[in-house]
C-alpha cells in the first residue's frame, strides 16, 4: 500500500482547501482512513477518521463543523474538504490507512485516533494559513 497527499497550498484566513490522498494497493474499500496533523514542534494530531464504506465518521473537537472526511472508493481516494481555515490550522497534514481499523471501525473507538495504530502513511502535504 502506498499513500500519495495532495492539495496543500497558502491560504488565508477564513479560506478553504481540499486535501486528497491517492491510495495505490488492493482493497482500499476495507481499510479505515484518517487524516493527521503536525505543526512545528508539536505532536502529530488526530483530526478524523472514516470506515470503509464512507459511512461512519469521527472528528477531533478541534476541527468539528469545520472539516469533512470522505472517500470515493471507485477512485481509491481520501479527501479532506477544510473550510473556515484558521492560523491554527497550519501544519503537515498527513492521511494514514489501516485494515484493522477498517474491519473494526465501530469498536476500536480510542485506537482509530492513535497515530501509532496506523499501518501506512501518506508523505504529508503543508497546509499554511496566513493571517
Known amino acids: 500500500v502506498q499513500l500519495q497527499a495532495s492539495g496543500g497550498g497558502l491560504v488565508q484566513t477564513g479560506g478553504s482547501l481540499r486535501l486528497s490522498c491517492a491510495f495505490s494497493g488492493r482493497l482500499f474499500n476495507g481499510y479505515g482512513m484518517a487524516w493527521f496533523r503536525q505543526a512545528p514542534g508539536k505532536q502529530r494530531e488526530f483530526l478524523t477518521v472514516?470506515?470503509?464504506?464512507?459511512?461512519?465518521?469521527f472528528y477531533a473537537d478541534s476541527v468539528k463543523g469545520r472539516f469533512t472526511v470522505s472517500r470515493d472508493n471507485s477512485k481509491n481516494t481520501l479527501y479532506l474538504q477544510m473550510n473556515n481555515l484558521k492560523p491554527e490550522d497550519t501544519a503537515v497534514y498527513y492521511c494514514?490507512?489501516?485494515?484493522?481499523?477498517?474491519?473494526?471501525?465501530?469498536?476500536?473507538?480510542?485506537?482509530?485516533?492513535?497515530?501509532?495504530?496506523?499501518?501506512?502513511w501518506g508523505q504529508g502535504t503543508l497546509v499554511t494559513v496566513s493571517s
Open positions: 494514514a490507512a489501516d485494515w484493522e481499523i477498517g474491519r473494526y471501525f465501530s469498536s476500536l473507538y480510542n485506537r482509530r485516533q492513535d497515530a501509532a495504530e496506523y499501518d501506512y
Open positions: 472514516i470506515n470503509p464504506s464512507g459511512g461512519s465518521t
